[in-house]
């Protein structure tokens, strides 16, 4: 059974940091690409940063380029996102994806002061 489960979610005001964290099982992880997501309400939800299955090619949304950093670790089955200078506007749910095909529950982020 596979299971994504996300984690270090919270308030936090603009500038500041946060760092999410996803626990996954069941895949085959060292061969899937893992991504993260966002969605706010009555918006699609939408791609925030992608990592390739050996960790070395990245890819990041116009909005986070510079600020966000994805990262994964294989031999413990988890993904990362370094969220620095956060905005308000990067207030949402955050999920985790196994290339889109599996997905955690979400983790909301709210940055506000």
């Known amino acids: 059974q596979v299971q994504l489960v996300e984690s270090g979610g919270g308030l936090v005001q603009p500038g500041g940091s946060l760092r999410l964290a996803c626990a996954t099982s069941?895949?085959?992880?060292?061969?899937?690409?893992m991504n993260w997501y966002r969605q706010t309400p009555g918006k699609e939800r939408e791609l925030v940063a992608a990592?390739?299955?050996?960790?070395?090619?990245?890819n990041y949304a116009d909005s986070v380029k510079g600020r966000f950093t994805i990262s994964r670790d294989n031999a413990k089955k988890m993904v990362y996102l370094q969220m620095n200078k956060l905005k308000p506007e990067d207030t949402a749910v955050y999920y985790c994806?196994?290339?889109?095909?599996?997905w955690g529950q979400g983790t909301q982020v709210t940055v506000s002061s």
């Open positions: 994806s196994a290339n889109r095909a599996y």
């Open positions: 069941g895949l085959t992880f060292d061969y899937i690409a």
């Open positions: 990592i390739s299955s050996d960790g070395v090619v990245t």
